[in-house]
């Protein structure tokens, strides 16, 4: 996403991530990474369970989730993935995006 986040934002989207990590290794990625958007430690599990974030122990823990919520605050796509490298293309987003966009 973050070679895409120019993309992302032309289309009024924000990204947001969400990970496992204690806020100061979360903060020393995001900082190493050099990422653009948005990152939120969620080392107690709080907003993966509210959103139903799947966890498989044999499967390196948590698994990949992505949603995009509209600006009313509705979620309008949800991907649960069922393993790590199980997350949709870029384009399939932006494509949402799109659409959502076009609606509204």
């Given at each position: 996403m973050r070679e895409d986040y120019?993309?992302?934002t032309a289309r009024?989207?924000?990204?947001?991530?969400?990970g496992p990590d204690k806020p100061?290794?979360?903060?020393h990625y995001?900082?190493?990474?050099?990422l653009p958007f948005v990152g939120l430690p969620d080392p107690q599990h709080r907003v993966a369970n509210v959103y139903k974030q799947q966890v498989?122990?044999?499967?390196?823990?948590?698994?990949p989730m992505l949603s995009?919520?509209?600006k009313d605050g509705f979620i309008r796509y949800s991907h649960y993935g069922n393993s790590m490298s199980?997350?949709?293309?870029n384009q399939v987003i932006l494509d949402l995006l799109d659409e959502l966009n076009h609606v509204s």
């Amino acid at each position: 996403m973050r070679e895409d986040y120019a993309a992302f934002t032309a289309r009024e989207a924000e990204i947001l991530a969400i990970g496992p990590d204690k806020p100061d290794t979360f903060q020393h990625y995001w900082q190493t990474e050099r990422l653009p958007f948005v990152g939120l430690p969620d080392p107690q599990h709080r907003v993966a369970n509210v959103y139903k974030q799947q966890v498989k122990l044999f499967k390196l823990g948590r698994m990949p989730m992505l949603s995009v919520v509209d600006k009313d605050g509705f979620i309008r796509y949800s991907h649960y993935g069922n393993s790590m490298s199980d997350i949709p293309e870029n384009q399939v987003i932006l494509d949402l995006l799109d659409e959502l966009n076009h609606v509204s």
